[in-house]
């Protein structure tokens, strides 16, 4: 994620898996709350309008292949060039993901249960966390720091909802904090890869071939204080806008049961009553 063109593609990925999430989910919690259990994927019948996953199914090979021909065609610090190495491992983890999601829907949902792919996608943020900052220097490690803590938030969302699927809150903890990977993602190319959009006194983030870090340098301190701060307050700012979507797309969905996600009345449901069937305990009643 070297270029505004990688962070802006990043975006394009995370925003609408995030929100188609969010959508569903809140359908699905509207439709009957008592029956709610969050699921790895939200299908929609028929399948064929899952195209999104599709989607990704083949576009995240592609990414993780081009990484992996930059790794072995790149000739430049060591550090740096390992850095492409470790994104493709990264995708493929989610790839992954994906192919054990399909895998579960058309074949057999025993052979792979939910909480195994929740622990999964869990694993595969932490991986993304530990290699993210890696030979990256001054501010911007603030920058990704913070799209780090994002990250973590992801995978404990996972962790929680592998033991807890009922559990509707960390549903929308996780489906938010995909949206806001997604608007951090382009707000970071914008910020430390372009100089329209970079912040004021600061140069576009750039490569120091001895040391094999990426330098985001300031001019003068104050700049730099100034700099972190505006991060900060920008941070702020996508987390407020993302929390009263959220609440705004909950108030439509309940008023109006026509925009919401097909699925919530569709064969999940079904599955879900019968779930719910089965684990509910059987009255007991006294004979007189």
């Known amino acids: 994620m070297g270029s505004l063109a990688a962070h802006f593609t990043a975006f394009l990925l995370l ?16 439709k009957n709350p008592s029956l709610y259990r969050s699921k790895s994927w939200y299908f929609w019948e028929p399948k064929w309008k899952n195209f999104d996953l599709y989607f990704l199914l083949i576009v995240l090979p592609i990414a993780s292949f081009s990484d992996l021909f930059f790794f072995l ?3 430049g610090h060591p550090t740096y060039r390992f850095f492409f190495l470790q994104q493709s491992a990264v995708v493929s983890l989610f790839w992954v993901l994906l192919v054990l999601i399909i895998f579960r829907e058309n074949f057999d949902p025993l052979a792979i249960p939910e909480n195994f792919i929740f622990v999964f996608a869990a694993i595969s943020f932490i991986v993304e966390y530990m290699l993210m900052d890696e030979g990256i220097a001054d501010l911007g490690s603030v920058v990704y720091g913070l799209m780090g803590g994002l990250t973590l ?7 929680y909802l592998s033991i807890r699927p009922v559990a509707f809150f960390a549903e929308f903890l996780l489906s938010s904090g995909l949206v806001f990977k997604g608007t951090w993602t382009l707000q970071i190319g914008l910020s430390l890869y372009t100089g329209t959009f970079g912040l004021k006194g600061c140069d576009k983030i750039s490569m120091s071939p001895a040391q094999g870090k990426t330098d985001f340098k300031c001019d003068l301190q104050d700049d730099k204080s100034r700099a972190i701060a505006l ?31 097909g699925e919530a009345s569709g064969p999940l449901l079904a599955g879900l009553e019968s779930e719910s069937l089965q684990m509910r305990p059987i009255p007991e009643f006294e004979l007189e």
Do not use: D, E, K, Y
């Open 153 to 159: 938030a992801c995978a404990a969302c996972c962790l």
């Open 73 to 75: 065609t790149f000739s």
């Open 231 to 261: 991060v900060n307050l920008l941070f702020v700012g996508h987390a407020t806008a993302i929390l009263v979507t959220g609440f705004v797309l909950f108030g439509l969905l309940s008023r109006h049961s026509s925009l919401r996600c």
């Open 15 to 30: 925003f609408p898996v995030g929100i188609r999430r969010m959508l569903c989910s809140f359908s699905q919690f509207l």
